[in-house]
């Protein structure tokens, strides 16, 4: 316990220095992580609580930033573009919800890529709206109560509170009732309905849930490109955020933020020096989900529990162990 | 009125080639209940190697065609070659998949997704490190060369051959599903593996086996599919959802369902290319979603995903 | 095996292992030119050769320009706008690079602007956007190739006055050098009494030209502005479906450009072009250049690689006017749009007061000879300026050339 409470006061130390240690590239990595991390955050609500695995979570975080993109690039302010994009954000949720929802399983994940795919075709091909492969630019970024986010820092400042913000949220939902009752849903969705809980509602607001926060970090990354393009929807970026749910641990908090940590590391900063990263993320995708099916970050718990009480059980026990073989 | 002659004859064309991609896609769906995430990058890996055989891609792998002297055959037969090797190559490629990775997580379809999507991200960079980023075409063998006046428009020669071939294809997994006893299984583990187990079906080597008849399928149609579309990056991403559309609307382990579906798609994606651009795909996407959505079996099928 | 860790990034990973968050402090270096270029994708085969173009050049050179040395920092933006923001934020902020010569795109370039003329570091750029030396100037930019209609709107000149077409379709990429591209051939196309009856606009990654191929009639005349490999499939499918017999094509310098003439077979016979490069030029450093691609690479060289070398033949001359010093940006950009060479690959040139620049534009027919193809210059405009013969004001108080403008007559 105590080596986890350490393990994160010098991740939170780390965070709150970057700012004044780091070059502006650095600092920008950094956001990213965490514009990452909220997505993730987002995805693991479905993907871990609720036994629901989305493959068209791009569509939402593209969405909320298009709508963003567009709406500055038509003239309107940051403020109306941002609570407008919200709107979207939940909006495009609860459609993304009523759709999916008819199924489970493999049924919901097809149904999710289906709306994915559309909302990435349109992106693409409707031009006249989206810009198509030119993309929307935002020239500017927004500046919350007169403070500009236009320096690396500052929007790293702003990223980590809305950062705290998810993961609050997060640890909130995790130990409510709420959270407990989605739970059941994944296990028992049966017994959930004998028992009176309407399955179909607590997924549903687990869902709009879910988009929020994944639309949330959409617009973060909006701002911090200030570009959107039909990338943000594409296939392979419903698969990156899933595999970073995975790949840290899905159904936990630091899982996800792991797994966008790595991905994001790989992807910026390791793709300097190790040309074929996406192998390497492949084979270490693949190699989770056979061997440590719960995630890096349970799993690398389980083993050093394991390795402790084995260490605990030898020191304790040295002679027996020989005579036990 | 030239234009959709035209666009109708293209359209039967890729329905063809649609029909070769996704009827592997279609048998590993229905059988063992999982989307086959790989199947795009088997597609892509297919073309690829087929290249390489025929001696034209930039990579070491160009040996291959020294060494089998597929160079001194004649075109024509170099060609079908290089399809047919590229089909056993990655049916290998499929069956060892099965075998050593998905067989170990039966029975968790989800987590056996997740296997195929992160095999997809190791195959595309596993042809990018080899083929480079260069969009590679092939041309067609000298039989399917030239072009056929159809009415008042011409059209290529080697184009109308993917409906032939696809057609033949079809009635080769046909008599395969109809008329042998694996074809016999295979329709018992598809239609109810429980029963099929029951009754003594080894259904794990089964697996196995219809695993590796699809990606040798998706390896043979990547060759054929070459010489219209060239080998790129990307090309598996284009060419996954493309199959996944074809299956939910035609029904999973449902061969008629396949082939209607492959036309209609081809269809749908051809007029919507030329008469609403900005909605072409949004056409192609929206039946998929209707279809989960109000018969999730499909035209064809029996069994919702 | 797997790992491909070439030299450059092993330094720069030996150095961000003892530093690991701390700016790279460089002590004396020398000049860095970072390149962004497209590596993968359908744009690849352009970006592949910018990249042997300034290697060739600072080879040429052994390195050592206005007596300092330079080194190249290559980065591949994937062919995409948000690849071509990230790794023009890694050149600058995390390898410092003194000017960069890239990106291929105009899309690409479009999504970087903004974030160049903030972060003051010299771009000269292939990508042809029109209004980044138009109606959006970026103080930090020039550019020694063309604007996207620069050669577009000769083309139509000879095409409406030396090919007597009348009625014309224009079929292009999706994206905005192709509505540039055709925009600067339609206005003048018109002008001159002709009519584009028809345009197209397949996404960049089309695998089938068919269903936009389907919809040309009633014309006598196509033409295409393709970048990267996407002409050789495009000619390809335009011969199949019996296209070529019935409209004689032509197209912008990308789409015909020189270093595809290998991979071309008899569809593209014929073929009009206009570029502001051609291989065959007789000048002295043409020839050398030409010789050099040959041998590092065994390719005739086009546009691509034309390009990034005289990029380096600027920064070169521009580095002898401020006796090698990079420091101060805005000295190094004022030289840089200084700049007037006589003998270059491309001829001579100079800049024009927005940055872009005034030269030769060649119009160009592909005709076999001795069973190569070749690009038999037809016809050479003299200092064609981005503004063609109109007049500047008028010119810019128009709107940039776009998927509808300008529009078509109905």
């Known amino acids: 316990m105590s080596l986890r409470l350490l393990a994160w006061s010098a991740l939170a130390l780390l965070g709150a220095v970057l700012p004044w240690i780091a070059s502006d590239y650095y600092i920008d990595v950094a956001s990213q992580v965490l514009i990452y991390a909220i997505f993730a955050l987002g995805l693991n609500v479905l993907v871990g609580y609720a036994g629901l695995v989305s493959l068209g979570h791009a569509g939402i975080f593209g969405v909320a930033a298009y709508a963003a993109a567009w709406l500055v690039a038509a003239g309107f302010g940051h403020l109306p573009a941002a609570l407008a994009a919200l709107v979207a954000i939940v909006l495009v949720s609860a459609l993304y919800a009523l759709l999916s929802l008819r199924a489970t399983g493999i049924g919901f994940l097809m149904i999710t890529l289906a709306i994915g795919q559309i909302l990435w075709g349109l992106a693409y091909r409707w031009i006249d709206v989206t810009g198509g492969d030119n993309g929307i630019s935002v020239p500017s970024r927004p500046a919350p109560f007169g403070l500009s986010l236009m320096s690396a820092p500052s929007f790293y400042g702003f990223t980590v509170l809305v950062f705290l913000l998810a993961v609050l949220s997060m640890s909130g939902f995790v130990r409510s009732p709420f959270g407990a009752s989605l739970k059941g849903t994944r296990d028992q969705p049966r017994r959930m309905t004998a028992l009176g809980y309407n399955v179909w509602c607590i997924r549903f607001a687990a869902f709009l849930f879910s988009g929020f926060w994944s639309g949330v970090a959409g617009l973060l990354f909006c701002y911090d490109e200030q570009f959107v393009s039909p990338g943000m929807l594409t296939l392979g970026s419903s698969a990156e955020v899933l595999l970073m749910v995975i790949a840290g641990g899905s159904g936990t908090l630091a899982g996800p933020v792991v797994g966008a940590a790595l991905v994001v590391i790989m992807k910026n900063v390791a793709s300097a020096y190790i040309v074929r990263w996406n192998l390497v993320l492949g084979i270490i995708f693949v190699a989770i989900v056979m061997f440590m099916p719960e995630g890096l970050v349970p799993g690398s718990a389980r083993l050093a529990r394991w390795a402790y009480a084995e260490w605990q059980r030898r020191r304790r026990a040295p002679a027996a162990l020989g005579s036990e073989r | 009125m030239n234009q959709g002659l035209l666009l109708a004859v293209n359209s039967i064309a890729m329905g063809g080639l649609l029909f070769l991609l996704a009827s592997g896609f279609s048998l590993v769906f229905g059988l063992m209940r999982i989307p086959n995430l790989t199947h795009g990058s088997f597609f892509m890996l297919g ?259 | 095996m797997a790992f491909q860790v070439d030299r450059r990034t092993f330094l720069a990973g030996a150095a961000a292992a003892t530093l690991p968050l701390a700016p790279a402090i460089a002590e004396d270096a020398g000049v860095r030119i970072g390149l962004l270029t497209v590596k993968t994708g359908p744009l690849a085969q352009g970006g592949i050769q910018m990249e042997q173009g300034i290697a060739l050049f600072l080879k040429q050179r052994k390195s050592l320009l206005a007596g300092r040395k330079a080194e190249l920092i290559v980065a591949d933006t994937g062919g995409n706008p948000a690849g071509a923001k990230t790794k023009a934020q890694e050149l600058i902020e995390r390898d410092r690079v003194d000017v960069i010569v890239g990106p291929l795109a105009a899309f690409e370039l479009l999504a970087i602007t903004a974030y160049i003329a903030q972060s003051r570091v010299p771009l000269l750029s292939l990508a042809a956007a029109d209004d980044m030396t138009q109606r959006k100037p970026n103080p930090f930019f020039c550019r020694a190739s063309s604007t996207s209609s620069q ?149 005739i060289p086009g546009g691509y690689a034309a390009g990034t070398f005289i990029n380096g033949m600027c920064i070169e001359a521009a580095l002898e006017k401020t006796g090698g010093k990079t420091e101060d940006k805005a000295a190094l950009m004022a030289a840089l749009r200084a700049v007037a060479l006589k003998d270059t690959p491309r001829g001579p040139f100079r800049f024009d007061h927005l940055g872009n620049v005034v030269g030769n534009v060649f119009i160009r027919k592909i005709e076999r000879k001795g069973g190569k193809l070749v690009n038999t210059i037809v016809k050479t405009y003299a200092d064609v300026s981005q503004f063609w013969t109109y007049d500047e004001k008028a010119y810019l108080a128009e709107p940039v050339y776009s998927r509808d403008y300008p529009p078509l007559k109905s």
């Not at chain 2, 219809?210 to 080998?231: K, M, Q, R």
Request: glycine residues 12%.
């Open chain 2, 47 to 305: 073309g690829y190697l087929g290249i390489s055989v025929l001696g034209k891609g930039p990579d070491t792998l160009s040996q291959v065609s020294l060494w089998l002297g597929v160079g001194g055959l004649p075109p024509d037969l170099a060609f079908w070659l290089a399809a047919l090797l590229a089909a056993a190559a990655l049916a290998v490629v499929g069956g060892a998949i099965e075998r050593l990775l998905l067989r170990r997580l039966a029975g968790q379809e989800l987590a056996q997704v997740l296997v195929t999507l992160g095999l997809s991200f190791i195959i595309a960079d596993l042809c990018l490190m080899t083929w480079q980023g260069d969009p590679i075409p092939l041309s067609p063998p000298p039989t399917l060369r030239g072009s056929l006046p159809i009415g008042h428009v011409v059209f290529p020669i080697y184009r109308l051959a993917t409906v032939l071939i696809a057609v033949a294809v079809a009635v080769a997994l046909w008599l395969v599903l109809d008329r042998t006893r694996l074809g016999a299984m295979i329709r018992a583990g598809v239609d109810d593996p429980v029963m099929a187990r029951v009754s003594g079906i080894r259904v794990s080597r089964l697996f196995t086996l219809v695993f590796a008849l699809g990606a040798g399928l998706a390896g043979f149609a990547g060759v054929i599919g070459a010489l219209i579309l060239s080998v790129e990056p990307g090309l598996d991403t284009d060419m996954l959802p493309l199959a996944l559309i074809v299956v939910i609307l035609g029904g999973t382990g449902s061969l008629p369902g396949a082939f209607v579906g492959s036309f209609v798609v081809a269809f749908l994606e051809n007029f919507g290319q030329a008469w609403r651009p900005e909605f072409a795909y949004f056409m192609l996407f929206l039946p998929m979603l209707l279809v989960l959505l109000l018969r999730p079996q499909g035209l064809f099928g029996r069994h919702a995903p």
């Open chain 3, 151 to 299: 050669c577009n709107h000769p083309l139509a000149d000879y095409a409406a006055k030396e090919m007597k077409l009348k009625r014309m379709a224009t079929i292009s990429e999706d994206f905005a050098f192709g509505y540039e591209q055709a925009g600067g051939f339609q206005r003048v196309f018109e002008d001159e009494g002709g009519r584009i009856v028809k345009k197209l606009w397949p996404p960049l990654n089309t695998a089938d030209y068919t269903p936009f191929l389907a919809q040309i009639e009633g014309v006598d005349g196509v033409w295409n502005g393709f970048a990267g490999s996407n002409p050789i499939r495009f000619n390809q499918q335009y011969a199949e479906l019996g296209l070529k017999a019935k409209y004689p094509v032509c197209g912008g310098w990308t789409a015909y450009d020189d270093a595809l003439l290998k991979s071309f077979g008899d569809e593209a016979v014929g073929a009009v072009s206009a570029s502001w490069y051609s291989s065959d030029l007789d000048t002295p450093s043409n020839k050398a250049f030409v010789a050099g691609m040959v041998e590092d690479y065994g390719n």
